[in-house]
């Protein structure tokens, strides 16, 4: 009798599994096969209001039985849908109300998509929701009110929309079930609702990147929290003492970019982390970007911290030696701040410390060798401080080092050889100190740095060691502004993935090998201001060159055509006493036209009048003057903007040089391309007298400078040259004529 019973089930489990992709319901209930077929018209609806461009919905038709429908779930009676997944299916277009016809709908996520529009307040019709996640998208507008009928909703998360307005404190009225909440990255506004505190059952609050403000409300007391995450917004008041006092469960406390402030008018830390220590599960806190002000206290020595980022406050004194009790500690960021005094040698215990960044403070003293102990490390930062003596050679000990800043300081002596047995090393930034001796041969080592290299802006000397050729990843490589002699190597191009180079002010010579034609990655090179000699590699022309900077050497023949050459400004070029080319005036005629202008000023001033009183109201500033002032020149980062400013400014140019983009008008050169060949011709003279003008006044001689009223007397013939009037010469004030330059 069983074995009978047996076979019947069998046998219509067989019937409903061959007859379910005909979606034939006829063994179920008719309220069942009702219910499926709402739900599938509510489906193809929604179907119908999208754009759907990889055909994920390709089997959403009449004739497919609805719970085979991809991303759909029904019971497992099969007798409703109960959750929509079309997570990452780049569907386009509104969310259709016609959702809410699900009515035993549990899970809706929509994740990763393209719908725009606001969100259905239909949707709060769905009863039996549990987890709303529409993450990814790019829906604007409110929550809606009626959200607060979701009574059974666990999840919530709205990431990364552009939804605006302010909380409905409604949506917390009856909340008891809500334990994730995630409305980062959008553009709320306001300030968080006191009714926050009746999602009871709340663990995790995800509001960054927003825009709310006000206080942290109070109620949040009433909540047992493992997260508050709400940086990047305009909260204020003092740091929430009242709130973490009361949750010892709090696991990642992130307030970083907002207006709070420390207690006692922004002085004192100690009450807040006092209060910390009730936080007995504290792994990562974050409090950067805020101006906070006071000491670090001793009890900062939380035993389970894992990360604490206090960076850009205005926190004073010195580390305290409390700092060691943090065994757990992985990251230690107090970049920008007033710390002073000396770093504790406690700090070597934190045994699995990976990132260190005490960059921008005023510590004066030399780097402790108890830093050697961090074996874990894999950041240290200790660069805009004032740290002297030599760069301790144990160092060279963190093995696990990726990051290592220590630029901007006052550090002097070699570069130790085991400092570059680093091997994971991916950035090094020694610039702006004061190293002397030559750059070690174990640089080879670092053969696998990704990055940059950046020594620049110190005291080595000596040749440029061949092997840099080892570095065949790097990225950016600059030792400018240092005493390097001898030749650039052929071998450079083995350096195949480097877009940056920068050796400029330094004493290098010989000619430049026609192997840089190799490097078909480089964007950026930039020798200026040394001796290097012979003819310029047509080589040059083949890559994609955006910037070069060859100015003052002692390049001679002609200047290649073709590629970077093409767009190349005679700024490229200056200095080179025997360079000729199209694009550039041969060193003959440029010494022989300033020569000339400087004899018919001279021969001029004989004949005027002697200067009235008031032109010494005018003075006249030399090169040297106006680059002391100035800092040398402009800094733009772009792509390596967390380079360091030396390796910034090797992007956009040499120390000592602003390309022309820098300061005329991107509209105007535009415009000077798109003008007829008599209006371009123009515009050459125009150029070729702003040089002359300002070689003239660079004259270091003050006899041989011209006023600020001569200046602005021929800026003003200059100006009606271009208004047209051909007929203004320059011979006046500058000795020469524009139109007599073919025929010197």
């Known amino acids: 009798m069983a074995f009978i019973r047996l076979f019947f089930i069998l046998l219509l489990q067989h019937l409903v599994s061959s007859s379910a992709n005909a979606d034939s319901a006829s063994f ?73 016809n699900l009515t035993h709908l549990r899970y809706l996520i929509l994740d990763d998509n393209h719908f725009i529009g606001t969100i259905p307040p239909e949707l709060s019709s ?50 008891t079930k809500l334990g994730n909440v ?19 059952g709340l663990w995790t609050l995800n509001l960054y990147n927003n825009q709310f403000t006000g206080q942290l409300p109070a109620s949040l007391t009433n909540v047992t929290l493992y997260n508050l995450d709400v940086e990047y917004n305009l909260l204020s008041g003092e740091l929430p003492l009242y709130l ?55 009890s900062i020595g939380h035993p389970n911290l894992i990360r604490i980022e206090l960076q850009e406050n205005r926190i004073f004194g010195s580390i305290p030696p409390e700092i060691g009790n943090l065994p757990n ?56 401080n004032n740290f002297c003596g030599e760069i301790p050679a144990s160092l060279g000990d963190l093995l696990q080092l990726s990051f290592l800043f220590l630029n901007n300081n006052l550090l002097s002596g070699a570069i130790p050889p085991k400092l570059l047995k680093c091997t994971k ?72 993935a480097v877009e940056v180079i920068n050796f400029s002010y330094n004493s290098l010579q010989g000619q430049l090998p026609d192997s840089l034609g190799e490097l078909r990655n480089l964007k950026s090179f930039d020798v200026s201001r040394n001796n290097i000699s012979g003819m310029i590699p047509k080589s040059l022309s083949k890559i994609n060159l955006t ?24 700024m490229s070029f200056l200095g080179n006493q025997h360079l000729c080319g199209k694009a550039f005036m041969c060193c003959v005629i440029g010494i022989r036209r300033v020569k000339l202008m400087v004899s018919s000023r001279r021969t001029e001033r004989s004949r005027k009048p002697p200067t009235p009183e008031i032109t010494q109201n005018f003075p006249r500033i030399t090169y040297r003057e106006l680059s002391e002032a100035t800092g040398g020149a402009g800094n733009g980062a772009g792509p390596f903007e967390n380079m360091g400013n030396s390796t910034a400014n090797m992007l956009t140019g040499s120390i000592g040089y602003i390309a022309p983009e820098k300061v005329v008008d ?75 330059l073919d025929d010197d």
């Open 28 to 100: 179920y209930p008719h309220h069942h096969r009702h219910s499926l077929q709402k739900d599938k018209t509510a489906l193809l609806e929604f179907k119908r209001s999208i754009f759907d461009p990889n055909s994920t919905l390709s089997n959403w038709e009449e004739a497919v039985f609805v719970c085979n429908f991809t991303g759909i779930t029904c019971d497992k009676h099969h007798n409703h849908v109960i959750q929509i997944n079309l997570t990452g299916s780049k569907l386009v277009g509104k969310i259709s109300p016609f959702i809410s």
């Open 126 to 175: 769905l009863q039996h929701l549990q987890t709303l996640s529409l993450m990814k998208n790019n829906l604007t507008g409110p929550i809606p009110d009626t959200f607060s009928l979701l009574t059974n909703l666990t999840f919530f998360s709205v990431r990364e929309n552009s939804l605006t307005g302010s909380l409905p404190p409604t949506f917390f009225s009856n909340c």
């Open 182 to 200: 995630d409305l980062s990255y959008n553009f709320f506004a306001g300030q968080i609702p006191a009714e926050i505190g009746n999602c009871q």
């Open 244 to 298: 973490v006092g009361k949750q010892p469960t709090l696991m990642f406390l992130h307030l970083s970019y907002n207006n709070m402030t420390s207690h006692d008018s922004n002085t004192n830390l100690y009450p807040f982390f006092a209060a910390l220590r009730n936080c007995t599960e504290l792994e990562e806190l974050e409090l950067a970007g805020m101006g906070l002000g006071g000491t670090l206290p001793s």
């Open 329 to 384: 500690l992985n990251v230690l960021n107090l970049t920008s701040n007033l710390l002073n005094g000396t770093i504790p040698e406690e700090i070597g215990r934190l045994s699995r410390l990976e990132q260190l960044s005490l960059s921008h403070n005023f510590f004066n003293m030399t780097i402790p060798a108890a830093l050697a102990k961090l074996l874990h490390l894999g950041l240290l930062d200790l660069s805009n």
């Open 425 to 496: 090393l991916n950035k090094l930034d020694l610039s702006h100190n004061k190293l002397t001796g030559r750059i070690p041969q174990e640089i080879a080592e670092l053969r696998e740095i990704r990055i940059f290299i950046n020594l620049s802006h110190n005291f080595l000397e000596g040749p440029l060691p061949i092997e840099l050729s080892k570095l065949e990843n790097v990225l950016a490589m600059d030792l400018s502004s240092n005493n390097l002699s001898g030749n650039i190597f052929p071998q450079i191009s083995s350096c195949i």
């Open 547 to 570: 910037f070069l900077n060859l100015s003052y050497n002692n390049f001679e023949g002609t200047i290649p055509t073709g590629g970077i050459f093409n767009s190349a400004t005679n």
């Open 666 to 740: 991107s509209s105007l050169i535009r415009a000077s391309r798109d003008q007829s060949t008599e209006v371009k011709r123009m515009w050459e003279v125009a150029i070729g007298e702003l040089i002359e003008l300002g070689i003239l006044c660079t004259q270091e001689t003050p006899s041989t400078r011209p006023t600020m009223l001569d200046a602005a007397d021929d800026l003003d013939r200059l100006k009606r040259y271009l208004s047209g009037d051909t007929t203004a010469t320059f011979a006046s004030s500058l000795g020469i004529s524009s139109s007599t």
